[in-house]
């Protein structure tokens, strides 16, 4: 099974190596796999990095991150497609148990558990909401993937969310699953180990205080106004 590993990376120098990294240690233990990475409006060296690791490399200056990873599965040759943020880490064997679980044609693709990089009372709570959610929801993320013509067949990401477009994915391939009688699963052996910087920045509470940030958040989700989301996902950047 061939992979495609697809990464959007927003002036991503400082953590885009050890991103690229892993995913390239991960691919190693495969048949075949390829990285793409989605160089977002960059200003840094994120381009020079991600060629230096052998990545192809696409450019796209949208705001929107359902365009950017929709670029890069535009140009995807593998069997599947994987994507994974910049600032995540891949564990060792996530590809291989990938291909394990497609290979028995039961799953249509799925999430993973996460891992933070750092722990603290805030984020423990953070996470088990979260988690709580995700299990009500039957969904996961962190890093999503399925077979690149499964992708296909529901449209990969939706252009015309500026937020919460991993939900709609996950919920829209769960579903598609379901008419295919196929499972969407969650690697739970294998977490995808993730940056706290929001945390850092924000503060270890921050996502509890979100609350009163229901109406700018509802904004964003609508696409009226992208002020929340360019604050907090476009502009971001520590």
């Known amino acids: 099974m061939r992979f495609s590993v697809v990464v959007p990376a927003y002036n991503e120098e400082r953590l885009l190596p050890r991103g690229l990294a892993a995913i390239n240690s991960a691919g190693l233990r495969t048949e075949e796999f390829e990285v793409i990475v989605v ?22 200056q949208a705001r929107n991150m359902s365009v950017v990873r929709n670029a890069g599965a535009a140009v995807a040759s593998g069997d599947a497609i994987v994507t994974i943020d910049a600032d995540s880490v891949m564990a060792p064997d996530a590809l291989v148990e990938v291909a394990r679980l497609l290979e028995t044609g039961r799953v249509v693709g799925g999430g993973t558990k996460v891992r933070p990089e750092r722990s603290s009372v805030g984020i423990r709570a953070t996470l088990a909401v979260v988690e709580i959610a995700t299990f009500v929801a039957r969904i996961s993320g962190a890093m999503f993937w399925c077979r690149l013509d499964d992708y296909t067949a529901i449209g990969g990401f939706d252009e015309h969310r500026l937020v919460g477009e991993d939900v709609d994915f996950a919920r829209r391939l769960r579903a598609h699953g379901r008419r295919t009688g196929r499972r969407f699963a969650t690697l739970r052996t294998e977490p995808v180990t993730i940056s706290t910087r929001k945390f850092d920045h924000f503060g270890d509470w921050h996502m509890f205080a979100m609350a009163g940030q229901v109406r700018a958040i509802r904004a964003a989700w609508t696409g009226s106004d992208s002020s929340w989301a360019d604050q907090y996902f476009f502009d971001f950047k520590r």
Do not use: I, L, P
């Open 39 to 60: 160089a977002n409006r960059c200003t840094d060296s994120t381009v020079a990095v991600a060629e230096a690791a052998g990545a192809t490399v696409v450019e796209s």
